[in-house]
């Protein structure tokens, strides 16, 4: 397909992760989601989010996935966050296991920042950068905001992203024996 041209390519956003402490063997940009999140022994953390420099809430939870349209149809889709056409531009924040039952997937457009900090029991967390983690000491100041570039993502003629939806998710399937 490649070599007859027979692709169209797409732009997708990427995220941009800021703060101290990464690791030089980790990226700092997201093509799917920044997860922030709990060690695996630890009670649940405390995430202090604000967009634009204003106070938005504080998130008492197992995590925080903050989410490209890209990345809504992956680990943001699994714990309950929209799913999200991929030409959109938006940023999406979901909670993992929130402790409070208002606390509800967020939905933003992708111009604004994002600053969030953490609490834990155990006095640190972790970050996640499209699956790649490291531990981060409490208190760390994060900012995430739309990567200043996009990437460009080669999909064969005909590909669509509604219909890749509905079979892969098998929606309007009618699985009911008659």
């Not at 967009?51 to 943001?76: F, I, K, R, W």
């Amino acid at each position: 397909l490649i070599h007859n041209g027979e692709y169209t390519i797409q732009q997708r956003s990427m995220l941009e992760l800021k703060m101290a402490g990464i690791p030089d063997s980790c990226p700092r940009y997201a093509l799917n989601d920044i997860a922030i999140l709990k060690h695996d022994v630890s009670s649940m953390i405390s995430i202090r989010a604000s967009v634009n420099n204003e106070q938005l809430v504080t998130y008492m939870a197992d995590g925080l996935v903050v989410a490209t349209p890209t990345g809504s149809t992956a680990y943001s889709l699994s714990v309950g966050g929209p799913i999200v056409s991929p030409e959109t531009d938006i940023i999406t924040l979901t909670p993992v296991a929130p402790h409070s039952l208002t606390m509800r997937p967020l939905v933003l457009s992708n111009n604004q920042t994002i600053n969030l900090s953490v609490n834990s029991r155990s006095h640190s967390f972790l970050v996640s950068i499209d699956g790649n983690s490291f531990s981060c000491a409490e208190g760390t100041c994060i900012e995430i905001k739309k990567a200043p570039f996009h990437i460009n993502v080669m999909k064969p003629n005909g590909y669509n992203f509604f219909s890749t939806l509905r079979d892969k998710m098998m929606w309007g399937a009618d699985n009911r024996e008659n």
